[in-house]
């Protein structure tokens, strides 16, 4: 069932949107908001490897290259990234269940507790920028966020289904 919109979204407001998201983009990408969080859970990551261990907890265990994929980045970058994780103790590679000459990577419990350690430092911070607001509004944005994610996913998938193969 799709959801017909009520009247067509104004410019406007689509243009506050996306300036606002990427004001919340700049500012959890500068380096030192990424230095701050990662002193406040106890863990160092570079940004690579940090955005590369959550998207690692987010999934069962994938090879080098689908997780390149999923990042939009070189397969090498992970390749790269997965050795000095790897070194750190916070992932470990498995046999692929499907094909016993390729790996896949997976979280160590280590790695586990540095992800878990992360996400409860950006949930302080969220709940410290959020103080302010009334459970209503928390519940409100909350639902608005993930209508819109998840309307960004199906239009992703749609435009690959209607993109042409080269």
């Not at 997965?82 to 692929?96: F, I």
């Given at each position: ?51 590369l ?31 000095q994780?790897?070194k750190?103790g ?7 269940p ?15 507790e ?53």
């Amino acid at each position: 069932m799709s959801k017909t919109p009520a009247a067509p979204a104004s410019s406007t407001d689509v243009g506050e949107i996306a300036s606002a998201l990427d004001r919340v983009a700049y500012l959890t990408g500068r380096a030192r908001q990424h230095e701050r969080l990662m002193a406040l859970a106890g863990v160092e990551l570079d940004r690579a490897a940090a955005a590369l261990l959550q998207r690692i907890a987010e999934s069962e265990p994938l090879r080098s290259g689908e997780l390149a994929a999923r990042m939009s980045v070189e397969a090498s970058h992970i390749t790269r990234q997965v050795q000095q994780m790897e070194k750190a103790g916070y992932v470990t590679r498995v046999p692929d269940p499907d094909d016993r000459r390729a790996q896949r990577v997976r979280l160590t419990a280590a790695g586990q507790e540095a992800v878990d350690r992360i996400r409860e430092a950006s949930r302080r911070g969220m709940q410290m920028a959020l103080a302010d607001w009334t459970p209503e509004e928390l519940h409100q944005l909350a639902t608005l966020f993930h209508r819109m994610v998840d309307d960004f996913v199906a239009r992703a998938e749609e435009d690959v289904a209607l993109s042409p193969r080269a």
